[in-house]
């Protein structure tokens, strides 16, 4: 059963930006949420991308520091990762992960219950 919504994923070239929308707003008026991003690659684990808590705190991989940009208006709205000088190691099938009154928000995918069926991304040479 698919819970969240993921839209916005597409082909790019080396350098070029996308912005992928994740409708968790059925999860995000809770007083305590986590929205989270996770890539997973042909034949690898789904690895974290980036995370957004409540309070608007946000963690980042190594890997896109710099490059990628999650964020969320208010509760009611999407959350967002733009994602900008996108590389083909990017490439990846892209999922929006919630989980709801915890205490945590770290990009472990462990630690996520509700997930969407994802979006993907592909970036050319």
């Known amino acids: 059963q698919v819970h969240l919504v993921e839209s916005g994923g597409g082909s790019v070239q080396s350098g070029g930006s996308l912005r992928l929308s994740c409708d968790a707003s059925?999860?995000?008026?809770?007083?305590?949420?986590?929205v989270g991003w996770f890539l997973q690659s042909p034949g690898k684990e789904r690895e974290g991308v980036a995370t957004?808590?409540?309070?608007?705190?946000?963690t980042y991989s190594d890997s896109v520091k710099g490059r990628f940009t999650i964020s969320q208006d208010n509760a009611e709205n999407p959350v967002y990762l733009q994602m900008n000088n996108l590389q083909p190691e990017d490439t990846a099938m892209y999922y929006c992960?919630?989980?709801?009154?915890?205490?945590?928000?770290?990009?472990?995918?462990?630690?996520?219950?509700?997930w969407g069926q994802g979006t993907q991304v592909t970036v050319s040479s």
């Open positions: 957004i808590d409540a309070d608007g705190t946000t």
């Open positions: 992960a919630a989980e709801v009154g915890g205490v945590w928000c770290d990009p472990i995918e462990s630690e996520f219950t509700i």
């Open positions: 059925k999860y995000t008026t809770a007083s305590s949420y986590c």
